[in-house]
């Protein structure tokens, strides 16, 4: 009934940019909190950043500074700004998202498929 559909990952080299875009869709009642998580090959989901439903961005440390993520609620899509990427940051990117649904009423989490992401030194 919902899908989270994520675009914009890829191979970039270090120092370089990329924009990943996350879109919910479906029966949707309202939108959440919309963020994004990354895993490296070997290691556990981690978050990379996240908006809560006011609108309050929070990062992880090493991110901060470089990645903006951002929201457009018209659209019920949420967006990472990637800038002066490390090698570090390569890892698949997954959109998160909880969302309210009706018929009836509950809340539940999202995730996308995930986009690989890789950055080359």
């Known amino acids: 009934q919902v899908q989270l559909v994520e675009s914009g990952g890829g191979f970039v080299q270090a120092g370089g940019s990329l924009r990943l875009s996350c879109a919910a869709s479906?029966?949707?009642?309202?939108?959440?909190?919309m963020g994004w998580y990354h895993q490296a090959p070997g290691k556990q989901r981690e978050l990379v950043a996240r908006l809560t439903s006011g609108g309050t961005p929070n990062y992880e440390d090493s991110v901060q500074g470089r990645f903006t993520i951002s929201r457009d609620n018209t659209k019920n899509t949420v967006y990472l700004q990637m800038n002066s990427l490390k090698p570090e940051d390569t890892a698949v990117y997954y959109c998160?998202?909880?969302?309210?649904?009706?018929?009836?009423?509950?809340?539940?989490?999202?995730w996308g498929q995930g986009t690989q992401v890789t950055v080359s030194s």
């Open positions: 479906g029966s949707i009642f309202r939108v959440n909190s």
């Open positions: 998160n998202a909880v969302i309210e649904l009706l018929k009836p009423y509950r809340m539940s989490t999202y």
